[in-house]
């Protein structure tokens, strides 16, 4: 009796390397609008001047935000959450509408692997072209053109880690730094690591991220229905499919779909899935494969749209463009719209009514109240005073809340536009009931008396 062959089960499937053939049309050239939007942007900020200082520094060692005209403080937190959780439901939004658009056209991974593909593609030629290229034995030519196209990923993926990192430390500082090899080893650090980051997950591992470390392809399910337009192969239309060669004299051989079976959709598809066998989680929303199929059709004179976008219910039911339109809005759509519009009207309201200064007070422990020469008691505070706005400002110091109860020091305080400022503080009142007592602290701006803050204290008078 035969032994039992043994059999080698492995837990993750080989990886196949993807050849994405270049595409053109309609998407194409959106989604290379949102490289060029998407950039300009990202690289673009770092260096935009405003009142004298970068526009966008996140200026950790100061614990500083400055967001052009606006500066947010450790204090003001929540409107980084605010903004977390407005970036969520738009999210949630977009992607009930339109499935992954996000990841197709603007999602930074998407982004860089179709920079690093050009690049690719202009060093090694087409697809065709690479294939033979990676089949070869290692010749000058295969050297050359890996390391002109690894070099010029690194440079890609480099500058990037200095963008990066010039959100953090001022840019114009960090290219010094750079220049004379002086970089500090935080700044060095994450200009490295976010390098090679994109350098990695662009160049080598492209649509490996997508399929296996993104979590939003494992749970994208749950913000879609029937109602939301994905990329979708028109199987009424396409099947059976039938190459266009096959015909029997002048007559075709059989009735046969539009599909041809050309594979271009295959061939163009960043992350290697045949739409034709449905929605898979894989697939990003590109619409490459919608361009593709296109130019097919145009070539064997057949209409658009055998892959588009569309919904289920539109292919199940042969909707056209106005009766999917009206299913856009319904009960899902409308409760995310909601919710987003309400979160950006509280941020907005929150930030335009956001008064331009923030007092803390804090009694002096050492001090619990001491007895004067004429008979007053005094305590001593420390005001904590920080002046959020771009510009510098006087403010009036004033106390209530007790017999007598005045400020000994200057009342007016200057501050430099977007600084603090720890100002020693000597109360006075007349002696009264000993203990605890409850007064306030009125701090407002000399040139607008609207820009005020009133804080309470204790006044300890001795036994």
């Known amino acids: ?37 998407t950039q300009l942007v990202f690289y673009g900020l770092p260096w935009l001047q405003w009142n004298g200082r970068q526009a966008v520094l996140f200026d950790l060692g100061a614990r500083k935000f400055h967001l052009f005209g606006l500066v947010l403080w450790p204090q003001d937190f929540i409107y980084l959450a605010g903004l977390l959780i407005v970036c969520a439901y738009g999210l949630f939004l977009v992607t009930a509408v339109a499935g992954r658009v996000w990841c197709g056209f603007a999602c930074p991974q998407t982004v860089y692997t179709e920079l690093f593909l050009w690049i690719e593609r202009k060093i090694e030629g087409a697809r065709s072209a690479r294939i033979r290229l990676d089949r070869q034995p290692w010749t000058a030519e295969k050297i050359w053109k890996k390391g002109a196209k690894h070099a010029a990923w690194l ?20 290219l010094h730094e750079v220049a004379s090899f002086d970089v500090g080893p935080w700044e060095g ?50 099947e059976p499919r039938r190459p266009v060669a096959r015909t029997d004299g002048d007559k075709p051989a059989a009735k046969a779909g539009d599909c041809i079976d050309c594979t271009m959709c295959v061939q163009v598809c960043p992350t290697g899935i045949d739409i034709r066998q449905g929605l898979q989680y894989e697939c990003i929303g590109c619409a490459a494969c919608v361009d593709a199929c296109n130019g097919v059709m145009d070539k064997v004179k057949k209409p658009h749209g055998l892959i588009r976008y569309a919904t289920e219910n539109a292919l199940a039911n042969n909707w056209n463009t106005a009766q999917v339109r009206q ?30 200064l923030k007092v803390d ?36 110091l004033r106390v209530d809340g007790l017999p007598g109860v005045r400020i000994v020091d200057a009342g007016v305080v200057a501050l430099d536009g977007a600084s603090t400022r720890a100002v020693p503080v000597r109360v006075r009142a007349d002696a009264g009931e000993s203990g605890s007592h409850r007064i306030a602290f009125t701090v407002s701006a000399v040139d607008d008396p609207a820009v005020s803050v009133r804080e309470e204290a204790a006044f300890i008078v001795p036994r």
């Open 1 to 37: 009796m035969n032994a039992p062959k043994e059999a080698v089960v492995r837990m993750y499937a080989a990886r196949e390397e993807i050849y994405p053939r270049e595409t053109s049309g309609r998407y194409a050239t959106l989604r290379w609008a949102g490289v060029w939007l």
């Open 361 to 396: 007070v804090i009694r002096d422990r050492g001090s619990m109240g001491r007895e004067v020469e004429d008979g007053q008691i005094e305590n001593v505070y420390r005001l904590q005073l920080m002046n959020t706005r771009e510009g510098a400002r006087a403010y009036r």
């Open 155 to 174: 440079a890609v993926a480099l500058w990037t880690g200095l963008t990066f990192v010039g959100y953090f430390t001022p840019v114009h500082t960090l």
């Open 189 to 238: 650090f994450w200009v490295l690591f976010y390098g090679f980051a994109t350098y990695g997950n662009a160049g080598w591992m492209r649509e490996q991220v997508c399929k296996y470390m993104c979590p939003y392809a494992r749970f994208q399910s749950s913000m879609f229905d029937k109602d939301t337009l994905i990329v979708t192969y028109d199987r009424k239309r396409g």
């Open 327 to 356: 299913r856009l809005l319904r009960p899902r759509v409308l409760a995310y719209g909601a919710v987003l519009g309400l979160l950006v009207l509280a941020m907005g309201t929150s930030l335009a009514l956001r008064t331009p």
